[in-house]
Nanobody, 125 residues
Framework: QVQLVESGGGLVQAGGSLRLSCAAS????????MAWFRRAPGKEREFVVA????????YYADFVKGRFTISRDNAKNTMYLQMNSLKPEDTAVYYC??????????????????WGQGTQVTVSS
C-alpha cells in the first residue's frame, strides 16, 4: 500500500506560480511511476504530467508544456509540480497518483493504483 499526500495548493493570481508536493509513504518510492492529474469544476479528471520510475522520461499534456515542470526526489519520497505562468483555466483540484513501474501508457487514470486526496489550486484573473 502507498499513501500519497498532496500539499502546496492555494489561491494565486494569473501569471503567478505555485509548487505542489506529493509525499509518499508505505513502499519504495523509487519503484513507482508518478503522475499529476486534475479535475476542474464540472469536468472529468484529466492528465497533466507523468514521470516514470527512473525520472528521465516525462510526459506533459499540451496545455502545460513550457509552464509546468515535474520532478521527484527519491531520497525524500516526494514528487513536485512546479507551476508557472498560471492561468484561470488551471483552476482545479490537483491529484497525485502512483503505480508500480509499468510500460503502460501514462495518461490513463485507470492505470494508477494509488491516489492522493487532492489539493485545490485556484487562479484568479
Amino acid at each position: 500500500q502507498v499513501q500519497l499526500v498532496e500539499s502546496g495548493g492555494g489561491l494565486v493570481q494569473a501569471g503567478g506560480s505555485l509548487r505542489l508536493s506529493c509525499a509518499a509513504s508505505g513502499r519504495t518510492f523509487s519503484n513507482y511511476d508518478m503522475a499529476w492529474f486534475r479535475r476542474a469544476p464540472g469536468k472529468e479528471r484529466e492528465f497533466v504530467v507523468a514521470l516514470r520510475r527512473f525520472g528521465s522520461n516525462t510526459y506533459y499534456a499540451d496545455f502545460v508544456k513550457g509552464r509546468f515542470t515535474i520532478s521527484r526526489d527519491n531520497a525524500k519520497n516526494t514528487m513536485y509540480l512546479q507551476m508557472n505562468s498560471l492561468k484561470p483555466e488551471d483552476t482545479a483540484v490537483y491529484y497525485c497518483a502512483a503505480r508500480i513501474a509499468s510500460l503502460l501508457q501514462v495518461m490513463s487514470t485507470t492505470t494508477y493504483n494509488y491516489w492522493g486526496q487532492g489539493t485545490q489550486v485556484t487562479v484568479s484573473s
